[in-house]
């Protein structure tokens, strides 16, 4: 079995994979003042709780976000497990050329998101959204009545030519870019090409922490919860912040995937993850999808880039190294 493990800023989580299978996901605060021990104990009880066997971890994989406790994660592995885990960083074979002006600086799990995502792409049998002739068919996790008209996801005139985009497999049909929604700490927008190169994007801040701010520095607002209000129009204090929360955010994320769909020239699906996503989601328009096991979906996929023979390994992957 494998274990991956995620750091964000705010929570750690521990994904238990059989194959392809996610058979276990389990969460805990980064709490950076822990040590490794701490931690070993902490994940082995949880696991215990589970009822995974220990004795069958055999594999780990490492993304963090979070310098102080990347070592102190492999650690609790080496600890815990006593196998030496894979850490995303400089030097792991991604399968995807990184275009931003410095590879270094990209977050390890933007990189992890933008895989797993452009897999996501390219395992889906329909093509991207038609450019006229009705209303797209809703995707699996969008209610009908919020899927946009095709005409106001892409103008036709901005569509580049066939020849600019990658052709499926299957069908022939134009492949799609993706554009990975991650609703963490800070929201973040990352692009891909139909090609599979990660090509950059946008960090905005977080749902939770611009709210925070608004609770803190208003002196007659108090805290609310985060859920979506009974209306846009509140008629109250708590509906109010609560609407301006929900919607303003999903009016921030079809400003910024129409703006990036405008800019990118191609048709791009859309895909969310992150804590918040299917509050969010449902309120947006460009949303297609959420997946809340999409970064340790992505951390499998680089595990077993990385531990394939090197002989078998494809050219994108040999010239896509984060270095």
């Not at 058979?23 to 003042?33: K, N, P, Q």
């Not at 009822?51 to 815990?80: C, F, N, Y």
């Amino acid at each position: 079995m494998l274990l991956a493990i995620d750091v964000g800023n705010t929570n750690i989580s521990f994904g238990v994979l059989e194959g392809e299978a996610l058979r276990h996901h389990l969460r805990c605060e980064s709490a950076r003042a822990r040590t490794a021990d701490e931690y070993a104990v902490l994940v082995r009880q949880m696991l215990d709780l589970r009822g995974v066997p220990l004795a069958r971890i055999d594999s780990a994989i490492i993304a963090s976000v979070v310098p102080p406790l990347t070592d102190t994660m492999v650690g609790l592995v080496e600890r815990a497990f006593g196998i030496e885990p894979l850490v995303v960083g400089p030097g792991i074979k991604t399968g995807m050329a990184i275009l931003y002006e410095n590879p270094r600086e990209v977050g390890a799990d933007r990189i992890v998101n933008a895989v797993a995502a452009h897999e996501w792409v390219k395992r889906k049998a329909e093509p991207a959204r038609p450019h006229g002739g009705g209303r797209a068919e809703a995707p699996r996790d969008v209610a009908p009545e919020r899927v946009v008209a095709p005409e106001r996801v892409v103008a036709p005139e901005r569509v580049v030519a066939p020849e600019r985009v990658v052709a499926l497999e299957s069908g022939g049909e134009p492949a799609p870019g993706v554009i990975v929604v991650d609703f963490g700490t800070a929201t973040t927008f990352d692009c891909v090409t139909p090609k599979g190169e990660y090509l950059g994007g946008v960090i905005a801040p977080g749902i939770q922490i611009s709210a925070e701010a608004l609770f803190s520095r208003a002196a007659r607002l108090s805290r609310v919860e985060i859920a979506l209000p009974p209306r846009v129009v509140g008629r109250n204090p708590v509906h109010s912040m609560q609407s301006g929360i929900v919607y303003g955010y999903a009016g921030l994320v079809d400003g910024l995937v129409g703006r990036l769909r405008r800019e990118l020239g191609y048709p791009c699906r859309v895909v969310a993850t992150g804590g918040l996503a299917r509050l969010i989601a449902p309120q947006t328009e460009t949303i297609e999808a959420v997946d809340d096991d999409l970064t340790l979906t992505g951390l499998r996929l680089l595990y077993e880039r990385n531990t394939a023979p090197a002989a078998s390994a494809p050219p994108a992957a040999r010239a896509g190294d984060l270095d």
